[in-house]
């Protein structure tokens, strides 16, 4: 709810006051929330505020699908996919960096071209600090495992305020939520795709 609302207090917790006026409750109701648990007539209320849209699980898998049919045409016809997207750079290697956001105990991943000038290595960076990189061999293959990183801190996620980050603000997910190394996505691909819903259970 705090990094939702970008709102902490002084001890990193929710800010009581912000999130009492986003759901119209008293300050002591908030504090009764954290304490006990939100009751279940709030909680899509809740989910509605601290996760991503389904639109936005369902354009992943989406990316998910074609960056994988993307790498097997690499593969398959090498000439075919340099004239696809040989010119946008997509075939260049890439980097894919998890972002630890400056001041909120949150995540979010960006990728860039692994040959990318200082104006682009800023971007990547932009609003805090790279705590994992890895290379991929083109773009395709680092959405994958972007894709891939996404469904494995799924219960996790949580949507930011697009005020927070210029980019990344809808692929974020609480800080200590476990998953992989990183460099273990460049192994081999899985080939089935989570189904991912919202629903009350899965409020981090």
Known sequence: MAAAL????RLGHVNA?????QFGVSEGTIRRWIRDGVPASRRSQLIALVRPPQGAFDQ???DLVNAR???????????????????????????????????????TMRI?????DRDADRRLRAGGE???IATFPNMFAATIARSELLEDVYAYRVQLRNTKLASGAG????????????????KRARTTVRKTTATAKDTP
Do not use: C
């Not at 974020?172 to 998953?179: G, I, R």
């Open 6 to 9: 970008a709102s902490f207090n």
């Open 17 to 21: 006051g912000t999130a009492a006026e």
């Open 60 to 62: 992943e898998q989406k």
């Open 69 to 107: 049919n993307a790498v097997a045409k690499i593969a398959a016809e090498p000439a075919n996919a340099t004239a696809l997207w040989g010119y946008k750079g997509w075939l260049e290697k890439h980097d894919l960096a998890v972002i630890k956001i400056n001041d909120m105990p949150v995540h």
């Open 112 to 116: 860039a071209r692994t040959d990318r």
């Open 130 to 132: 790279i705590v994992a």
């Open 171 to 186: 692929k974020a997910w609480l800080a200590d939520a476990p998953h992989k190394p990183l460099s273990s996505y460049r």
